[in-house]
Every structure is written in structure tokens, then in C-alpha cells.
């Protein structure tokens, strides 16, 4: 009985949506503030009733429901509780309800803090995420309802959620990844918002700015955090593999920083309203291009959850109808977004447009390497991979170029700005950066390569172009501090974000090219060398965990003579499933990272095996520490927290028109 609890929310969410996404932008259009006014009411409901949906479903996984399809399919007596609980996003139903679920808590985030915007404009939004929240969740009823029961006999026990998503990555990634995939979808529904009223002007680009920043920081975090699963659990020891499920994330963020970036040029000149407004809609494309991949049946992985092409062509519908209809509307009021100012040639909004034209056309080449072996193979039959060398040659090209326009950009000026002035400010930045850029890893690895000279002389640009900017905005003030002082959040939290693209460009470099590893059979009490480290090889033991059985292996870890922590890799059987699985065995430093995976055992104790050594690995997620807490930063900046403080006097009167007269 309670599962169908659990149905009848996520069916009273679908009425609610319904009215949300039809009655405030009807009132909108025809000014009638009754109507308006209970957009935000409407986005409450819906997001009580899907949070009551999906805890519900929550309560099924954690008291072994196995008359519930996905309980049954995704979970087992003997999984943890917090894999049971974690183990509602691990098959197709769950996560899509999550997906919504995260959807109305943004949209109810919306209706708290807009306050200080006109109610037909917060009405049109919320009405726009309304009608995202419809075709979620009809889809949800229609073809993946996450409380369809097993009749009539309902297993005694369930199967088993995968064994690679028994891990932690698996608890914290995915719904980081969905808040920031999300998030996109508010800044889509203030763009078109912005269209439907015919106001693209600054005014919607400074409302959109913060939500932009936040929904960009979140999916920062999300992908580093698949970046730093895959890294340890996979056992291969690298962080990015240009996986056509792990792509799309990345697609939406080459977007969505080029749309932060767009709309902070079009809140202070007034400009690229047209360029911004595109990329508000593909960023959202992004979001549901991955949603499609990942539930389509067009590949097989672990990162994928459905296989039925039903699914694949409903959410295909999904995307056909609301960017081609967002793009229909767009062209529609093309004639609105012209330009209020004009600028030269060589001045900042050239230099950020060259940015947002090499994000687009590095997501583009994305996109295509992503989806042309899947167009290829249902045209043809026939398999084709396109594999890192695709990506790795026009990306990294693509990405050379937008650090060095990176650095430039700040140290520009706004409408037009002299080519002598430009070279005098960073002409001794390039050399100094070169200079650093051959000298740096010659210092720390005692070895050169021309890529990772590359890689840290564009660290070093950013990191001095930008303390060249802070001291020209800072040099006529009274005092140091008092400059520092001065300069706004927005400018801090891009700076940091900068930085972080610096830190990561360090530990790209330097951990592609000066990485080590090495496959061995190790019999107890031998050892391996790799580099400057030994790893001895002890034996192994049998242990028990709470769902499955295996084998630890001990290594006594020493550099030139010095002892290191111990490491113990292991090998597991889940019991449920009888499936194997590796659990590596990482020391993990500031400097660099040991890493060992065990293989087969073979006869007399002796195991395959393979030992990594990773320098500067970690400054890959430490630089997306940086950029995400850049972009958090500069959502907090005052003039955003002004507008949050300050309601509406336009609002205040509306709905005081409404309030009944004393008699």
C-alpha cells in the first residue's frame, strides 16, 4: 500500500505541474495577477509531492520491498544501508525521479529567492519549468514508473545493485552531476522568460547571473567527482577517458562556461544578448542530450541505465520539442536582441566572444566524436570507435588557444583598447611564463617535455596576467587593502575560477607525460621497482565483508630506502551476484599518487598485478576545487544579494490590489 502512496504524489505532482506550467504564464500574457501569483504556491506542491514520492521509494529500498521492480532489481537483503538507499539512483525509474525531484527543488528555489523580480517575469519562469516537469514526469508514468509492482509473486530476495556502484563515488556523483545538469534548466526557463516578454535586456542577464554561476560551479563539482571515481575504481589509474556517457557532462559545461562568461558581458555593455540567450538553450540541450544517451538502449555500460527504445524516443521527443520550439521562439525575436553599443575590433568583448567561440566549437567537436560511431552504427550496422587521439587533437588545440585568450581578456578594455597598450602590459608576461614553463619541471621532475612546458607555461600566464590585472585595478587606490577591498565578489570569484584552471593545467600536464606504471607477477616477498619507489609484495589473506568475500594483498612501500604507508588492493566475489571486483590499493599525496590494482592469483600465491606512479594527479580535482568555489563566489556578490534583500514595489502593489478592503 505504500508504494502506491509513493504513485498517487508523483501523480498529484503531474496535476500541479500541469497548472504550473499553464495558468501563471497564461495570467502573464494577459496581466491578470490572480493567475501570477500562484506560480509560487504551485512550485511548492510540486516539489512536497515529488519529495514525498521519492521518499517513499526511499523507504521501499531500505525495508527490502521486493515487490517493487526496481527494489528487486537494484538492491538485496544483504547490501548495506547506505547502498540500499543510494541504490534508488543506480537503475533507470529512480534516477529520473531524482532527476525531477532535483528539478522542483531548484524551481522552489526560484520562487524564494526572486523576490525582488517582477512577478510576470517570476511567473513566466516558474511556468517554464512547470512545463519541464510535466513531460519528466508524464514520462515517468507513461514508460518508467518507478513504483511498478512484481505480480503475483514478488521475489523472496533481489538481485544486486552493480558492483562498481557499491563504492562512495557512487553516493556522491551522480546527484551532483543531476543538481548541476538541472540548474540549467532555470537559466533555459529565464531565457525564455526573457523571449516571451520581449525583455532581453540587462536587467534579466544580471537575474540569471547567479543562477548560472551556481548551476556551473555545481556540475564543476559533479564531473570532477566522476573524473575522481573513475580514477580509482576502474583500476586503470587515469581521470579522463572521452567516454560517450562521461562526455555530455562535459558538452553542458564547455556550454554553460561559455554562457557565465556571455552573460556578464551582456549585464555590464549591453551586447551579445542574441550569443547569450543561444547558449542558455544549448546548455539545457546538454543536459538532456546526456539524458538521452544514458536512457536511450544506444549503449551498454555502467553508466547506462535503459534499454528499451521507447524510452529513447519519448525523451528524443522531449528534446525535439523544447529546444526546437525554445529555437522557433528565439528566431522569433531575433529582431529584440540587437546590440545597444558598439566596440572595436581589439577590446574585451572581442576577446570574450573569441572565448565563447572556441568553448562552442570544443563542445561541438565533442559532441560529434560522441554521437557520429552511434549515427554511423545504426546507418550502417556496423562498428567504428572514435577514441582519445579524436579528441585529444582537436581539443587540446582548441583549449591552448582559449588560455591564451584567457589571459589577455582581463588585461583589455572594454569598447577599445590600443594594440600598444596590450603589448606593453603582456609582453613580459609571455616571456616570464615561458620561461617558467621550461625551468618549473626541469626543477620538480628532473625531466623535459615539450607538452608539459606547454602545460605550465599556460599556468603561469594566467596566474601572472592575472596579478598583473589585480595590481593596474588596484594601483591608484590610498592603500593595498583598501583596493583589494574594493574590487566587487564577481571579480574575486572569477580570478579564483581562473586560478583553478591554472592548478589544473599543472597537474594535466605534468601527470600525462611523467606518469609511470608497470604490469608484473609477484610472488611473496618480491618486489618492483618504479622509479624511486619499491613495492614488496607480502601475500595475501582471505577476509569476509558484509556482502561479499576476498582476498587482501599486503605491499611494504619504500622510497630510496625510506618507508611509506602500506598499501592493501584486494580482490572481491559479491556474494549475490558472484561477481568479481577489484578495490585498488592508493597513497595519495600532494606531490603525486602510488597506485596498485591487483589482477588473477596464479598457483603458488604469486598475483598479477599493476603499480602506477601518478605525479601532481590530485592538482586536477584541486583546480576544480578552485573553479567551483570561483563560480560559488561570484553568485554571492552584492549586487545579487540587493536584489535578494530589496522586493519589488511593482509586486508589493499588484498583490496588495488583491488583499480585501476593511470595512
Not at 23 to 50: D, E, H, K, Q, Y
Not at 330 to 342: C, H, I, N, V, W
Amino acid at each position: 500500500m505504500i508504494p502506491e502512496l509513493g504513485q498517487f504524489s508523483l501523480i498529484l505532482a503531474f496535476c500541479l505541474s500541469i497548472l504550473l506550467g499553464t495558468l501563471p504564464i497564461i495570467g502573464a500574457a494577459r496581466n491578470n495577477v490572480l493567475w501570477m501569483s500562484l506560480a509560487r504556491p504551485l512550485a511548492a506542491g510540486v516539489f512536497v509531492f515529488l519529495g514525498l514520492s521519492i521518499g517513499i521509494l526511499a523507504y521501499a529500498f531500505a525495508t527490502d520491498d521486493f515487490s517493487v521492480q526496481i527494489v528487486a532489481a537494484q538492491s538485496n537483503s544483504l547490501l548495506p544501508m547506505h547502498y540500499k538507499l543510494t541504490a534508488l539512483w543506480g537503475g533507470h525509474e529512480g534516477s529520473f525521479l531524482l532527476w525531477t525531484f532535483m528539478l522542483s527543488g531548484w524551481m522552489l528555489a526560484v520562487s524564494i529567492y526572486s523576490k525582488s523580480m517582477p512577478i510576470e517575469f517570476v511567473s513566466r519562469v516558474l511556468g517554464v519549468l512547470g512545463v519541464l516537469c510535466v513531460a519528466y514526469i508524464l514520462f515517468m508514468l507513461a514508460t518508467s514508473n518507478p513504483f511498478m509492482r512484481i505480480v503475483p509473486l514478488p521475489p523472496a530476495d533481489g538481485s544486486d545493485l552493480n558492483t562498481a556502484l557499491q563504492d562512495f563515488g557512487f553516493i556522491v556523483h551522480p546527484p551532483t552531476l543531476y543538481m548541476g545538469y538541472v540548474g540549467f534548466s532555470v537559466v533555459f526557463a529565464f531565457a525564455i522568460a526573457a523571449l516571451l516578454s520581449g525583455r532581453l535586456d540587462a536587467a534579466w542577464a544580471r537575474w540569471s547571473r547567479p543562477w548560472a554561476n551556481i548551476a556551473w560551479a555545481v556540475l564543476t563539482i559533479g564531473i570532477a567527482l566522476g573524473s575522481w571515481w573513475a580514477y580509482y575504481e576502474l583500476g586503470w589509474g587515469g581521470w579522463w577517458a572521452w567516454d560517450p556517457v562521461e562526455n555530455p557532462p562535459l558538452i553542458t559545461w564547455l556550454f554553460g562556461t561559455a554562457l557565465i562568461h556571455s552573460l556578464a558581458v551582456t549585464e555590464k555593455r549591453g551586447v551579445f544578448k542574441s550569443w547569450t540567450v543561444l547558449l542558455a538553450i544549448l546548455a539545457f540541450s546538454g543536459s538532456l542530450l546526456g539524458t538521452f544517451i544514458t536512457r536511450s538502449g544506444l549503449l551498454t555500460s555502467v553508466h547506462a541505465f535503459a534499454t528499451d527504445p521507447t524510452r529513447g524516443v519519448f525523451i528524443l521527443g522531449i528534446l525535439g520539442l523544447a529546444v526546437g520550439g525554445s529555437l522557433l521562439l528565439y528566431a522569433f525575436r531575433a529582431p529584440l536582441m540587437k546590440s545597444e553599443f558598439g566596440f572595436g575590433l581589439v577590446s574585451r568583448e572581442v576577446f570574450l566572444l573569441t572565448n565563447n567561440v572556441l568553448l562552442v566549437v570544443a563542445a561541438a567537436s565533442v559532441f560529434l566524436g560522441t554521437l557520429f560511431p552511434m549515427v554511423y552504427q545504426a546507418l550502417t550496422d556496423d562498428l567504428i570507435s572514435i577514441g582519445p587521439p579524436y579528441f585529444n587533437f582537436i581539443f587540446v588545440p582548441l583549449m591552448i588557444i582559449l588560455v591564451l585568450f584567457l589571459g589577455v581578456g582581463p588585461m583589455s578594455r572594454w569598447k577599445r583598447t590600443s594594440t600598444a597598450y596590450l603589448f606593453q602590459q603582456v609582453a613580459k608576461l609571455a616571456i616570464a611564463s615561458l620561461v617558467i614553463g621550461v625551468v618549473l619541471p626541469l626543477l620538480v621532475l628532473f625531466e623535459f617535455s615539450l607538452a608539459a612546458t606547454v602545460s605550465v607555461a599556460l599556468a603561469a600566464w594566467i596566474v601572472l596576467t592575472m596579478g598583473k590585472d589585480i595590481a593596474n585595478k588596484i594601483a591608484n587606490k590610498d592603500s593595498v587593502a583598501k583596493g583589494l577591498r574594493s574590487l566587487p565578489l564577481s571579480y574575486y570569484g572569477m580570478q579564483t575560477a581562473h586560478i583553478g584552471v591554472a592548478i589544473m593545467l599543472i597537474g594535466i600536464g605534468l601527470t600525462s607525460y611523467f606518469s609511470s606504471e608497470r604490469s608484473v607477477l609477484l610472488n611473496p616477498g618480491e618486489s618492483v621497482e618504479l622509479g624511486s619507489y619499491s613495492f614488496q609484495f607480502e601475500g595475501s589473506e582471505a577476509f569476509r565483508g558484509p556482502n561479499y568475500i576476498g582476498d587482501r594483498a599486503t605491499f611494504l612501500v619504500s622510497r630510496n630506502g625510506n618507508s611509506l604507508p602500506s598499501l592493501y588492493p584486494e580482490r572481491r566475489i559479491y556474494l549475490a551476484s558472484g561477481t568479481p571486483s577489484t578495490e585498488m590499493a592508493i597513497d595519495a599525496g600532494f606531490l603525486r599518487d602510488l597506485f596498485i590494482t591487483l589482477g588473477e592469483e596464479k598457483e603458488g600465491g604469486g598475483w598479477t598485478m599493476t603499480v602506477y606512479v601518478k605525479p601532481f594527479i590530485r592538482w586536477i580535482w584541486l583546480g576544480s576545487i578552485f573553479m567551483a568555489l570561483g563560480g560559488t563566489v561570484a553568485a554571492f556578490d552584492k549586487r545579487y544579494r540587493r536584489l535578494r534583500q530589496r522586493k519589488s514595489a511593482q509586486e508589493k502593489e499588484q498583490l496588495g490590489a488583491l488583499q480585501p478592503t476593511a470595512t
